[in-house]
């Protein structure tokens, strides 16, 4: 077979590797014949949102178990700190308590490539999702990301599942950019292919296959919130490693302090990245009005280098940065002529596999604030540039020939 090779601009540094490895006659299994069951690979497919349109019971539970174990174990939860939530009667100006019965799933990524190790990987969200008493749920502005190393093959195999469980659920359309699916959106959380989703999910996920848990936690709601991760080596112990925070010199959590105002972002880094990719003065409105052009430029371009999966990785940048690109890009940007979609070296869709209309984020900015990156504050989504712009790209490496 001849060697494919595709612009690096598109694929994560790594993916793009493995990808001419394949191609070229080793290393990961090529792409099945079977996958014409279910069309061509699409942006839904790999990356799933789940609409807030059922009672918190329609939703996989952290305690749920399936082939690999229990998707969260309690113990794990309880050992690396509970989420932020709603339960509970703090003090003034405290935060109340997410507890684990009420932590559910509210997305699924796909993974062929994740970080330098480049590692196969099924990942889920859980946050505290409760009844919102109108037969729907909402979610608290807390999020977990549990991650479970799987096998290329399992990769393969668990797309070509969600392709033809979505084309038999469906008349054979594009679905289009992300949002929430609009299968579930129509079926509901009771419905076949919401069904079809969760076997799926506990056939590959578990606790014996679960390597890192990453937390972003409101530490004021609305207003600060603090990121922290733990790399896993057995869940159900459980032994867990916190992890070094990259470009935070040694630093093994961070915080994010937004201000008071409700329509831009007055923003506070601690610890800030050390970073060459530093898009913090955009980060503080105020600040970045006394920026020359040209310094509010470089910070421009580090947000769409931080949004771009080629040139920045979870491995190479902070925790805060990535969650506040789409943010700033929204929210500040625009006050200063800066357009994301339109600037230099800015992630392109392939416009075969993914069309340009494809690759928008989801952020409110007369919602809530929100930096969140697949999931939700109560019930307003957040989907930012970094997921569908690694969404994109591992839709072109799964389609490739």
């Not at 972002?265 to 530093?278: K, L, M, V, Y």
């Not at 080629?310 to 969650?323: E, F, G, L, M, V």
Request: net charge negative; aromatic share 8%; proline share 6%.
């Amino acid at each position: 077979m001849a060697c494919l090779l595709l612009s690096r601009r598109r694929m994560p540094r790594l993916a793009y590797s493995l990808l001419v490895i394949a191609a070229c006659g080793g290393g990961a299994p090529s792409q099945p014949d079977a996958f014409v069951d279910g069309g061509a690979i699409q942006m839904n497919d790999v990356s799933i949102l789940f609409p807030l349109n059922g009672a918190a019971s329609t939703y996989l539970a952290a305690s749920d178990s399936g082939a690999r174990g229990v998707l969260l174990p309690r113990a794990l939860y309880d050992a690396v700190g509970h989420l932020s939530g709603s339960t509970g009667s703090p003090p003034p100006g405290g935060i109340a308590d997410a507890v684990y019965g009420d932590l559910h799933v509210v997305a699924i990524r796909i993974d062929p490539c994740f970080g330098n190790a480049c590692d196969d990987q099924l990942r889920l969200v859980f946050q505290e999702v409760k009844d919102d008493g109108s037969g729907g749920a909402t979610a608290f502005d807390s999020g977990l990301h549990a991650f479970y190393r799987i096998s290329r093959e399992d990769v393969v195999t668990i797309a070509h599942a969600i392709g033809s469980l979505r084309a038999s659920n469906s008349s054979g359309e594009r679905l289009g950019g992300l949002a929430p699916h609009p299968i579930l959106v129509t079926q509901g959380m009771n419905g076949a292919f919401a069904d079809g989703l969760r076997t799926i999910v506990l056939r590959y996920a578990g606790a014996s296959n679960l390597v890192r848990v990453t937390k972003m936690s409101a530490t004021q709601v609305g207003f600060s919130w603090e990121f922290s991760g733990f790399d896993v080596s057995d869940a159900n112990a459980p032994h867990f490693t916190p992890m070094v925070i990259p470009t935070l010199a040694g630093a093994e959590g961070q915080n994010f302090f937004r201000g008071f105002a409700n329509d831009t972002i007055d923003g506070q880094f601690n610890p800030a990245t050390t970073s060459a990719d530093d898009l913090t003065g955009l980060a503080d409105e105020t600040h970045a009005q006394s920026m020359s052009p040209s310094d509010r430029a470089k910070a421009f371009a580090a947000l769409v280098r931080i949004d771009h999966p080629a040139h920045d990785s979870p491995d190479t940048i902070d925790c805060a940065s990535c969650h506040l690109a789409t943010p700033i890009s929204k929210l500040v940007a625009p006050r200063f002529g800066l357009d994301e979609a339109h600037a230099d070296g800015v992630f392109e869709a392939d416009g075969v596999h993914v069309l340009p209309s494809e690759l928008g984020a989801t952020f409110d900015p007369s919602g809530p604030f929100n930096l969140h990156a697949f999931s939700y504050v109560d019930r307003s989504p957040a989907i930012n540039q970094r997921t569908v712009n690694e969404t994109a790209a591992v839709v072109e490496l799964l389609s490739a020939p």
